[in-house]
C-alpha cells in the first residue's frame, strides 16, 4: 500500500512536472513563436511584399531579418527571457545567446541556449555587487555553451522527426492528413505553440499544407460558430488572431472543439491527395493568424501554381470549406443539444 509519505512525495513530483512542462513548453513554446513572429515569420511577409510593385524597397527589410539571419535567434532569446519575466540584464544578454545558439542549431539551438543562458543568469542576479559584468558574462557563457553543444543534436533530430512526416505525408496523404490536419490544429488551439513546432520539425510540402489547413479550420471555425456569443471581435480576434482564446470554454465543455477538430481531419486528406497544396515551415503552423498561412502558402506554390487558381484554392480550402464544414457540425451537435452557443462565449 503507498502511505501517506509516499502519496506526498507523488504529489509533490507530479507538481514539480507541471511546472517544468508548463513553463518550458507551453510559456517557453509560446513566446518563442512571439520571437519568430516579430522576426523571421514577418520576414517572409515582408519578401512576399516586395514582390508587388512599388513594395520592391521592402526587399531589403526582409533580407534583414531572413533565415539566415542571426537577428531571428536574437528575437527568439529575447522573447523568451522575458516570457520567463527575467531582470533586465539577462533579457538583454539573451539577445546574444539566442543569436549564438540560432547560428549553429537554428530556431531549437536558439531556445536552447536561450533557456539555458536566462535560467543561470536568473541564478546570479542580484547576489554580487558587480551584477552588471557577472549577469551578462553567466547568461552568455552557459547559454552559448548550451546553444553549442545540445542545440545542434536536438535540432537534428526535429528535423530529422519532421522529413519522416514530409515523407510519409507524401507515401500515405490520406491517413497522414488526416492526422497532421486535426494534430496541429489541436496544437494551435492549445497553449502550446504549433508555429514553433511546425518550425522547429520543418514541416515542409504536403504535410505543411495539411496542417495550415487544420490550423485554419480550429481559427476560422472558432471564429464563425462563436459569432452569436461573440460578434465582430470575436471573429477578427480568433479569425485573424488565435483560437487559442477558447482554451478555457474547452477546459470547461470539451465537446465545443470536435467540429473544427473534424472540419480539419476531413481537409486534410483532401489537401494532400486531391489538391496537393503545400506549404512551408514558417506558415505552416499559422492558420490564419495574420494570414501568414496564406502568405506561406502562396510563397510555396505560386511558382507552380496560376495565380487565379490558387487564391480560389486558398480561398476554399483554408477560409470558406472550414468555416461551412465546422458550422455544419456546430448545428449538428447543437440539435443534439450537446452545444449550446453560451459555452462559446469569451470575456473580450
Known amino acids: 500500500m503507498i502511505d501517506k509519505k509516499d502519496n ?16 518550458y513548453f507551453i510559456t517557453g513554446l509560446s513566446y518563442m513563436a512571439l520571437g519568430l513572429f516579430s522576426s523571421l515569420i514577418i520576414g517572409l511577409i515582408l519578401s512576399q511584399l516586395s514582390q508587388i510593385p512599388f513594395l520592391g524597397f521592402l526587399k531589403e527589410f526582409s533580407a534583414i531579418i531572413g533565415a539566415k539571419s542571426p537577428v531571428v535567434g536574437a528575437a527568439i532569446g529575447c522573447a523568451i527571457a522575458y516570457g520567463f519575466k527575467m ?66 543534436p536536438i535540432s537534428e533530430f526535429m528535423i530529422y522527426m519532421g522529413d519522416i512526416i514530409d515523407v510519409t505525408t507524401k507515401l500515405h496523404p490520406i491517413p497522414m492528413g488526416i492526422l497532421v490536419a486535426a494534430l496541429m490544429g489541436m496544437f494551435l488551439t492549445a497553449p502550446i505553440s504549433s508555429a514553433a513546432i511546425a518550425i522547429s520539425l520543418g514541416l515542409d510540402g504536403l504535410a505543411a499544407g495539411a496542417a495550415t489547413v487544420g490550423c485554419c479550420a480550429q481559427m476560422v471555425g ?50 494532400t491527395s486531391v489538391l496537393k497544396m503545400t506549404n512551408n515551415p514558417l506558415g505552416a503552423g499559422m492558420g490564419t493568424s495574420g494570414l501568414v498561412g496564406q502568405f506561406g502558402t502562396w510563397a510555396s506554390m505560386s511558382s507552380t501554381t496560376p495565380p487565379a487558381q490558387l487564391i480560389i484554392m486558398i480561398l476554399i480550402m483554408q477560409i470558406i470549406a472550414p468555416a461551412l464544414l465546422t458550422l455544419g457540425f456546430y448545428y449538428i451537435m447543437k440539435k443534439m443539444n450537446w452545444i449550446k452557443d453560451e459555452y462559446l462565449a469569451l470575456n473580450l
Open 8 to 23: 506526498n512525495e507523488i504529489n509533490s513530483g507530479s507538481k514539480f512536472l507541471k511546472k517544468v512542462l508548463n513553463r
Open 87 to 152: 531582470p533586465p540584464l539577462v533579457i538583454f544578454s539573451s539577445v546574444a545567446t539566442g543569436a549564438f545558439g540560432y547560428s549553429l542549431g537554428g530556431p531549437v539551438g536558439a531556445f536552447v541556449a536561450a533557456v539555458v543562458g536566462a535560467e543561470f543568469g536568473n541564478l546570479v542576479s542580484g547576489k554580487t555587487k558587480v551584477d552588471i559584468v557577472v549577469i551578462p558574462l553567466t547568461t552568455i557563457i552557459l547559454g552559448s555553451l548550451a546553444g553549442k553543444f545540445v542545440g545542434p
Open 222 to 271: 472558432f471564429a464563425v460558430m462563436s459569432f452569436k456569443a461573440n460578434g465582430v471581435g470575436g471573429l477578427i480576434s480568433q479569425g485573424l488572431g488565435t483560437s487559442m482564446l477558447q482554451v478555457s470554454n474547452i477546459v470547461k465543455k470539451p465537446q465545443i472543439w470536435i467540429p473544427p477538430i473534424l472540419a480539419g481531419a476531413i481537409l486534410g486528406p483532401i489537401s
